[in-house]
């Protein structure tokens, strides 16, 4: 009986190896077409954005794919030359860029201080912070436009930035301080034993261990803010105005000018894309260690 059920232990390994094999290769099947689904948008702006306004109008752009003799960089070129196209690009990058690290650098000094130092009234102000989540962003655009408009901020790149920054840090503050309060504290106490300061254990201690929460907010901080339209709209000018803006404004002008629309949109997309990719591994490093916390 005991050399059976030795020699049967074996087999059954030896069994489930394809099983395993043939379950993983279905998972890998399945993420890859999730991928090439959620890709498909995506190449075919950028698949339109290269064919001329014609060809568009004719017939689909999966058309390019049997007939890349369409394909040109032409419309890139115009674009390029567009000077308005390429001054809102940069306004969308000085808009987005200091907002979210103005978010990210004063969300990690709150959350550390909301999680590990006492002071008076620390949680009757994290429940306001808590509280401000639940505020809609359309009911501070007048009050916040008029604020503006007597500080000479209304129509600049630093009010939009001032909104997006306001307005983004209660969930950041409430996102980093839940994440720093997990640490140990065992292990900030000795750090406090060895003499280390409030700063020194927050910016030694502290933010390399929240670095995967803290890559998490700034995508999606970066995402949200380049992508936005609504305060963009209202609170920039024709000078300071960033790229969703102005796409939408040659929409409203030109109709369907997919010639310019199409590139313009995909440069819109590339750049959050890349932003992603890049810092993918945090971003997930990020939502494991919340999962397991």
């Given at each position: ?10 087999r ?5 190896r394809?099983a395993?094999?043939?379950s993983?290769?279905v ?6 077409l999730v991928?090439l689904?959620?890709?498909t948008?995506?190449a ?7 064919r ?9 752009w ?9 394909l040109?960089?032409d419309?890139?070129?115009s674009?390029?030359?567009d000077?308005?196209i ?6 969308t990058v000085l808009?987005s860029?200091?907002?979210t ?5 004063i969300?990690a000094l709150?959350?550390?201080a909301?999680?590990w130092m006492?002071f008076?009234?620390?949680?009757w ?5 808590v509280a ?13 436009a ?8 209304f129509?600049?790149i630093p009010?939009v930035?001032?909104f ?5 840090l209660?969930?950041?503050i ?5 994440y720093?309060a ?5 292990m ?8 280390g300061?409030?700063?020194?254990i927050f910016?030694?201690l502290?933010?390399p261990l929240?670095r995967?929460?803290?890559a998490?907010?700034a ?11 609504l305060?963009?709209?209202l609170f920039?000018d024709?000078e300071s105005?960033?790229l969703?803006v102005a796409l ?11 010639g310019?629309?199409?590139?313009g949109?995909?440069?819109?997309l ?6 992603f990719f ?7 490093q990020?939502?494991?260690a919340g999962?397991v916390?």
């Open positions: 009986m005991t050399t059976a059920q030795g020699t049967a232990a074996p059954r390994k030896a069994a489930a394809p395993k094999w043939l993983r290769g998972i890998q099947v399945f993420l890859l991928g689904i959620w890709l948008p995506a075919g702006l950028f698949l339109s954005s290269l001329t306004e014609e060809a568009n109008a004719s017939s689909g999966w058309t390019a794919l049997t007939t890349p003799g369409q040109s960089l419309n890139y070129t674009l390029l030359k000077s308005g390429v001054q809102a690009f940069w306004n808009i860029v200091p907002t690290l103005a978010v990210v650098a969300a709150a959350g550390y909301f999680a006492d008076p009234g620390r949680d102000i994290f429940l306001v912070v401000m989540l639940v505020v809609p962003v359309q009911i501070g655009l007048l009050p916040v008029k604020l503006f408009g007597a500080l000479g901020l129509g600049s009010g930035v001032l997006h920054t306001a307005y983004g209660p969930f950041a409430f996102l980093l301080r839940n720093f997990e640490i140990p504290k065992e900030l106490e000795a750090a406090r034993m060895d003499g300061g409030e700063w020194r910016s030694q502290v933010l929240g995967p929460a803290i998490s907010l995508i999606f901080q970066f995402l949200w803010v380049w992508n936005d339209m305060v963009a709209l920039a024709n105005q960033p969703t939408q404004s040659q929409m409203r002008q030109f109709g369907s000018n997919i310019v629309l199409a590139p949109a995909f440069l819109s590339i750049v959050p894309l890349i932003v890049v810092f993918q591994r945090h971003f997930v990020g939502i494991m999962s916390k």
